[in-house]
């Protein structure tokens, strides 16, 4: 069983910086991949990032490639997503999970076995 809980969101203006960070409970966390998803209102949750449980691999939606970047300290359980240049459509709850086993399914919502409350971030024009 793993326990996440995001921060760091905010409001910034556009073309701004956050930090977002989710904290995982669990002696097991190194072994998990994760994962950043998004859901602004009225929309479905779309996949942001995802990263191996080594760090070796990481993989990020069109939308914020060259923006953000995920990375991961496995002595802390803890996984960051860093987003700069920040867009008035990257307005949404940010959402941490974790994957049991990495697959094909990375990049959608149903590869993910445990999911964190989420973190508002509001992106001002």
């Known amino acids: 069983q793993v326990q996440l809980v995001e921060s760091g969101g905010g409001l910034v203006q556009a073309g701004g910086s956050l930090r977002l960070s989710c904290a995982a409970s669990g002696r097991t966390f190194s072994s998990y991949a994760m994962g950043w998803f998004r859901q602004a209102p009225g929309k479905e949750r779309e996949f942001v990032a995802a990263?191996?449980?080594?760090?070796?691999?990481?993989h990020y939606a069109d939308s914020v490639k060259g923006r953000f970047t995920i990375s991961r300290d496995n002595a802390k359980n803890t996984v960051y997503l860093q987003m700069n240049s920040l867009k008035p459509e990257d307005t949404a709850v940010y959402y941490c999970?974790?994957?049991?086993?990495?697959?094909?399914?990375?990049?959608?919502?149903?590869?993910?076995?445990?999911w964190g409350r989420g973190t508002q971030v509001t992106v001002s024009s």
């Open positions: 999970a974790a994957a049991i086993k990495y697959g094909s399914d990375y990049a959608t919502p149903w590869g993910y076995d445990y």
């Open positions: 990263i191996t449980w080594s760090a070796g691999s990481t």
